[in-house]
């Protein structure tokens, strides 16, 4: 039986590229973007198998009838992909409040309101699979990009919240985590804070040291078999890195991070203080 897939920022990018794999192989797809013009080539080859859907994730109303007006126009969701977001390139003294609160309201915000909207759903059906983009930058840090850091990391916190939370329900949560992509994230599509002079040597070896980390960068094609393998799996992974070298970025992260909190054990363990005799909580 084919399944029903809601994806939210189908015009580009992975977005695309998965609603063409489920398209392909026969599933369904309920696709949105902010404008169904960009979705027209979509119905042109696929029919009825596509329910095109304008969408902006920011309006929790406009969310909550879109994915009801999905459910009954297929008769349920299997699959929820919240893909919709975007790069905020400044530093963090350069982004400005309306710039950094936008990031939020669609990257953390966005994809909290689809989630939601959908559980009921899931929750009805006993089964469901919903799969949040993340990135590298959910798991590590670059300058120049602390407020992007900041939503992903708040994604990824969300996200291993309500799979624990949602489990017994048979719906599973998946957290993409990929490394750079031939996609127009940090360009068409990105936004940059007016940069201030004195973080020009910053801004250049964040760069070199991004680009260093990320390495040659990954052919978006190429996620279409991942991403099926991902939601065909009998037991999904809660994480799962996309493309060559976030590992690599991973392993040294969390080893710095274990060796520091070694470093500094004697402290932590002296900031306990005495407890006999105070109760726990």
Same mark, same amino acid.
């Given at each position: /039986?084919?399944?029903?897939?809601?994806?939210?920022?189908?015009? @580009?990018?992975?977005? @695309?590229?998965?609603?063409?794999?489920?398209?392909?192989?026969?599933? @369904?797809?309920?696709?949105?973007? *902010?404008?169904?013009?960009?979705?027209?080539?979509?119905?042109?080859?696929?029919?009825?198998?596509?329910?095109? /859907?304008?969408?902006?994730?920011?309006?929790?109303?406009?969310?909550?009838?879109?994915?009801?007006?999905?459910?009954?126009?297929?008769? *349920?969701?299997?699959?929820?992909?919240?893909?919709?977001?975007?790069?905020?390139?400044? /530093?963090?003294?350069?982004?400005?409040?309306?710039? =950094?609160?936008?990031?939020?309201?669609?990257?953390? !915000?966005?994809?909290?309101?689809?989630?939601? $909207?959908?559980?009921?759903?899931?929750?009805?059906?006993?089964?469901?699979?919903?799969?949040?983009? &993340?990135?590298?930058?959910?798991? +590590?840090?670059?300058?120049?990009?602390?407020?992007?850091? =900041?939503?992903?990391? #708040?994604?990824?916190?969300? &996200?291993?919240?309500?799979?624990?939370?949602?489990?017994? !329900?048979?719906?599973?949560? +998946?957290?993409?985590? %990929? +490394?750079?992509?031939?996609?127009?994230? #940090?360009?068409? &599509? $990105?936004? @940059? =804070?007016? %940069?201030?002079? #004195?973080?020009?040597?910053?801004?250049? *070896? =964040?760069?070199?040291?991004? $680009?260093?980390?990320?390495? *040659?960068?990954?052919?978006?094609?190429? +996620?279409?078999?991942?991403?099926?393998?991902?939601?065909?799996?009998?037991?999904?992974?809660?994480?799962?890195?996309?493309?060559?070298?976030?590992?690599?970025?991973?392993?040294?992260?969390?080893?710095?991070?274990? $060796?520091?909190?070694?470093?500094?054990?004697?402290?932590?363990?002296?900031?306990?203080?005495?407890?006999?005799?105070?109760?726990?909580?």
């Amino acid at each position: /039986m084919s399944r029903i897939w809601f994806i939210t920022g189908t015009s @580009r990018g992975f977005g @695309r590229e998965w609603a063409l794999a489920a398209l392909e192989r026969g599933d @369904r797809v309920v696709a949105t973007a *902010r404008s169904t013009a960009a979705l027209d080539d979509l119905v042109v080859a696929h029919g009825d198998a596509v329910l095109p /859907m304008a969408l902006d994730v920011t309006d929790r109303a406009a969310v909550e009838r879109a994915v009801a007006g999905a459910a009954e126009h297929f008769g *349920r969701l299997d699959i929820v992909v919240n893909n919709a977001g975007y790069g905020l390139f400044g /530093m963090i003294e350069e982004v400005t409040e309306q710039q =950094a609160r936008a990031q939020v309201e669609t990257n953390v !915000f966005g994809a909290l309101w689809v989630t939601r $909207a959908a559980l009921p759903h899931l929750r009805a059906a006993g089964s469901g699979h919903i799969i949040q983009v &993340s990135s590298i930058g959910g798991i +590590t840090a670059f300058p120049g990009l602390g407020l992007y850091h =900041a939503s992903k990391w #708040a994604l990824e916190g969300l &996200s291993q919240s309500l799979a624990a939370e949602v489990a017994d !329900f048979g719906i599973w949560v +998946t957290l993409v985590e %990929p +490394t750079g992509y031939q996609t127009d994230w #940090a360009a068409a &599509s $990105a936004v @940059r =804070a007016e %940069p201030i002079a #004195a973080y020009d040597p910053v801004r250049e *070896r =964040a760069a070199a040291r991004r $680009a260093a980390a990320i390495g *040659r960068r990954g052919d978006p094609t190429a +996620t279409r078999e991942a991403i099926l393998a991902v939601v065909d799996a009998e037991r999904p992974p809660l994480r799962i890195f996309l493309g060559d070298g976030p590992l690599r970025t991973a392993v040294e992260e969390y080893a710095a991070r274990i $060796a520091t909190w070694q470093e500094w054990e004697a402290v932590s363990i002296a900031a306990h203080g005495a407890t006999d005799g105070i109760p726990a909580g």
